[in-house]
């Protein structure tokens, strides 16, 4: 994954978080949160979407105190990871 799609991922995670709200219940079935996860991983290679990933994201989106610096951690390590194998 590169830095530029790290930070729009991220941006779009908290756009999506932002909007969530504690009365609409991730599995209710008005909302869909799969499509919120789809939506914030458009534009990435799918080699840089992984169930880790997706994991992640839902769970920042319903509670972004509890998860985001995990997320945050994951995707900068996974940028890391792909300039050292370049």
Do not use: K
């Not at 209710?28 to 458009?42: A, G, K, M, T, V």
């Not at 839902?58 to 951690?73: C, F, I, K, N, Y």
């Amino acid at each position: 994954m590169r830095l530029d799609d790290a930070d729009v991922l991220l941006q779009r995670v908290g756009t999506i978080a932002i909007m969530y709200y504690q009365a609409l219940p991730a599995d209710s079935p008005e909302y869909q949160l799969n499509e919120d996860i789809d939506w914030c991983l458009d534009g990435l290679l799918a080699e840089d979407v992984s169930s880790e990933l997706r994991d992640l994201i839902g769970r920042t989106v319903v509670d972004p105190t509890g998860h985001r610096e995990a997320l945050t951690s994951f995707v900068y390590g996974t940028v890391a990871a792909a300039e050292q194998a370049e």
